[in-house]
Structure formats: structure tokens, C-alpha cells
T-cell receptor, first 114, second 109 residues
């Protein structure tokens, strides 16, 4: 069972507000990821990290930023939320396990910007 | 770059029907392959995986075989249930995880 946690699960905020989505994993994984997904639609990688102090932008351009100060923590921040940021944000982590990489997902954070 | 092409949906089936969802991939290396499932209102769950050619992943009656010669990883289930209604995502991991577009499956009683 994966131990990766996201908070908040659901959030409704006003336009222009700053928001940080938290993601923590207790598995000691070096690699962590943020995906954005509209309901039932394709997932888009927006950020990833290969370890502490390592962050990279993903395939989909995003106005969000991330940080990786500790191995277990990979928060995502929107400085000024807009309605176009309304989506589900999924955090994931992975580690090589001998038989290959397995990626574990959190339950997601549903963000609505009004 | 790496990519995954997945059969488009939606797919609607009757209970006990046979389900196949096609998935092909393009990768420069030797990726691990995955199927994830997303039930309504929930996050992604790993359904099964295969890490090398000819490996067969299986779980909950679902199976998929890593076919390197055809670069495919098709998902199959012999007899679906209403509870299998979900969105299914094929994915590959090389240096990062790449997803297909997802296939919505609806099983009717």
C-alpha cells in the first residue's frame, strides 16, 4: 500500500489568492511528480523532482511552482489563482524496486477557483 | 520522446462481456509498462505492471502482456462486471511516467 498523502483534498478559492497544495510521502522515494488532470481526461506532467533541491518543469506549461527541500515533501504553489487553474492535481512518487520502477499516486487535490 | 497511444473510448459493454483496450508505445529505452484505473471521483490506482519483454501483469482478472516486437501492452478481461466501470490509463516509465489519453469503460447490468 502506498503512503503518499495530499492536502487539501478539496478546495474552493477566489481568484487572485495564493494556494499551496501539499504532498508528502513516507517511502523515502527520491523521485516525485505533479500531474494535472481534468475529470476523466488525460494526465499532464507539470513538474518533477529527482531528489532534494532538484525540480524540473514537465510537458505541460504551468504557472505553478514547486520546491523540494526535504525528500518526503513536494509542495506545489500557485501565487495567484485563476479560474483556468480549476482542475485535479495528482502527486506521485517512484523508486526503483529491483523489478522496475513503480509509481504511486496520492488521492488528488481538487481545486476550484471562482 | 516517449509516448503512449491508447484506444479511444468510450467503451460500453454488457456484464460478462470480454474487454480489450489497445495500447501501443514509443520509447527510446526499455520502459516499464503500467495500467492504472481511476474510478469515478477517485485518484489513480495501479492495476498491473510489466517491467520487461514477455512479462504478463495481472490483477483482479485483468491481464496485459509486454510485447516488445509490436510495442504493445493491451489490457484484457474475460468477463467484466459493473464494478469495472472506470477510466483506464496505459502508461510507460522510462525516465518519467508518460500516460495515454485514457479510455472510459462503462459496464451495464
Amino acid at each position: 500500500e502506498a503512503d503518499i498523502y495530499q492536502t487539501p483534498r478539496y478546495l474552493v478559492i477566489g481568484t487572485g489568492k495564493k494556494i499551496t497544495l501539499e504532498c508528502s510521502q513516507t517511502m523515502g522515494h527520491d523521485k516525485m511528480y505533479w500531474y494535472q488532470q481534468d475529470p476523466g481526461m488525460e494526465l499532464h506532467l507539470i513538474h518533477y523532482s529527482y531528489g532534494v533541491n532538484s525540480t524540473e518543469k514537465g510537458d505541460l506549461s504551468s504557472e505553478s511552482t514547486v520546491s523540494r527541500i526535504r525528500t518526503e515533501h513536494f509542495p506545489l504553489t500557485l501565487e495567484s489563482a485563476r479560474p483556468s487553474h480549476t482542475s485535479q492535481y495528482l502527486c506521485a512518487s517512484s523508486e526503483y524496486e529491483g523489478s522496475g520502477n513503480t509509481i504511486y499516486f496520492g488521492e488528488g487535490s481538487w481545486l476550484t477557483v471562482v | 520522446g516517449d509516448s503512449v497511444t491508447q484506444m479511444e473510448g468510450p467503451v460500453t459493454l454488457s456484464e460478462e462481456a470480454f474487454l480489450t483496450i489497445n495500447c501501443t508505445y514509443t520509447a527510446t529505452g526499455y520502459p516499464s509498462l503500467f495500467w492504472y484505473v481511476q474510478y469515478p471521483g477517485e485518484g489513480l490506482q495501479l492495476l498491473l505492471k510489466a517491467t520487461k519483454a514477455d512479462d504478463k501483469g495481472s490483477n483482479k482478472g485483468f491481464e496485459a502482456t509486454y510485447r516488445k516486437e509490436t510495442t504493445s501492452f493491451h489490457l484484457e478481461k474475460g468477463s467484466v462486471q459493473v464494478s469495472d466501470s472506470a477510466v483506464y490509463f496505459c502508461a510507460l516509465y522510462d525516465y518519467k511516467l508518460s500516460f495515454g489519453a485514457g479510455t472510459t469503460v462503462t459496464v451495464r447490468a
